[in-house]
């Protein structure tokens, strides 16, 4: 399964942008590039996914390196309920899909 | 419906007993997935079923660990005679089947946490 880098924590300030940096330098060309967030006492939960462009929902946005060996959670606003940790993961689109979750950045937002 | 539901969210069990935890996923979800999750760690992938058939399991799931899914709607995952190492959070998982690029998102339940004592 393919491997992603993200730091270990992060800090912002409520209502700025976050930004959440994630490597992944040996992916291939089916893996999609997947985002999931978990809440204290919460199952993660889906935030956005994409392939080579860039994607916006009304969670975030996703921003994709060109080469694909890299990516970024774009948080607009951050309220005190981001606070989570935020998982990088990539899926490949074919057989079991199952979700390789590594450590994850856990994010931090003072008021 | 209400998302996916597990039970208990809470299980204290003596080394060496049994338990069985339920998972009751979305209803139109046709794959089921099992994670373990423990302190400070990521969750873990533990099996998947797509319907009723169990596709795949992990090295970490021991002859202990069961899991089944009869009927291709709730699924239930036993571990029998339990060692502390088991304490952990569990957490279940469904989806639909990938229709679409990129595959389609997982709901994961709130968990089923584990203490062996």
């Known amino acids: 399964d393919a491997k992603t880098t993200q730091p270990n924590s992060m800090e912002s300030n409520e209502e700025e942008p976050v930004h959440l940096p994630c490597n992944h330098s040996t992916i291939s ?10 809440l204290p006492s919460q199952g993660p939960e889906y935030v956005i996914h994409g392939l080579t462009s860039n994607v916006n929902n009304r969670m975030a946005s996703l ?17 005190l309920r981001d606070a989570a940790v935020y998982y990088c993961i990539l899926r490949d689109i074919q ?3 199952k979700l390789v979750f590594g450590q994850g950045t856990r994010l931090t937002i003072n008021p | 419906d209400t998302g996916v539901s597990q039970d208990p969210r809470h299980k204290i069990t003596k ?36 319907n009723e058939a169990q596709l795949e399991k992990s090295r970490l799931l021991s002859d202990r660990f069961s899991a089944e899914r009869p009927k291709g709607s709730f699924s239930t995952l036993e571990i029998q005679r339990t060692e502390q190492g088991d304490s952990a959070m569990y957490l279940c998982a469904s989806s639909l089947l990938p229709r679409r690029r990129g595959g389609t998102e997982a709901f994961f339940g709130q968990g089923t946490r584990l203490t062996v004592v």
């Open chain 1, 29 to 38: 060309g089916t893996d999609y590039i997947h985002w999931y967030r978990q």
């Open chain 1, 63 to 79: 921003a994709i390196a060109e080469d694909r060996k890299s990516s970024t959670l774009i948080l607009h606003r951050a309220t």
């Open chain 1, 95 to 97: 057989g079991a899909q």
């Open chain 2, 15 to 50: 080394r060496g007993q049994n338990v069985t935890f339920r998972c009751d996923p979305i209803s139109e979800h046709n794959r089921l997935y099992w994670y373990r999750q423990t302190l400070g760690q990521g969750p873990e992938f533990l099996t998947y079923f797509q």
